[in-house]
């Protein structure tokens, strides 16, 4: 089992920046992949962005140029420093990590979500 806990969500005006946190019950290193998905009101869960083991990242369209992730494994921490937020943004944020098992296996685990509200 992974505990994922999500924070540094909140408010802000429109071109503002928030800088996201999450921290993991257990080493990072080890997990395939962590990212983070949004969820905004009436629409699906959409990837924000993701890094894998190797430090490869992967970003989504609209975030593009905005947002960076990072992964600190001495803290089993990874952060998502948004910047230039516009209300599109706005959602709640869930932290996600897709974490080996068995050969062939790989679980994923959620945390609970953070709110950011970006306010025009």
């Known amino acids: 089992q992974v505990q994922l806990v999500e924070s540094g969500g909140g408010s802000v005006q429109a071109g503002g920046s928030l800088r996201l946190s999450c921290t993991a019950s257990?080493?990072?290193?080890?997990?395939?992949?962590i990212g983070w998905y949004r969820q905004a009101p009436q629409k699906q869960r959409e990837l924000v962005a993701i890094i894998e083991n190797g430090g490869r990242t992967n970003y989504a369209d609209s975030v593009k140029g905005r947002v960076t992730i990072s992964r600190d494994n001495a803290k089993n921490t990874v952060y998502l420093q948004m910047n230039s937020l516009n209300p599109e943004d706005t959602a709640v944020y869930y932290c996600?990590?897709?974490?080996?098992?068995?050969?062939?296996?790989?679980?994923?685990?959620w945390g609970e979500g953070i709110q950011v509200t970006v306010s025009s």
């Open positions: 996600n990590a897709k974490v080996p098992g068995s050969p062939g296996v790989q679980y994923s685990y």
């Open positions: 257990r080493s990072t290193a080890s997990f395939n992949a």
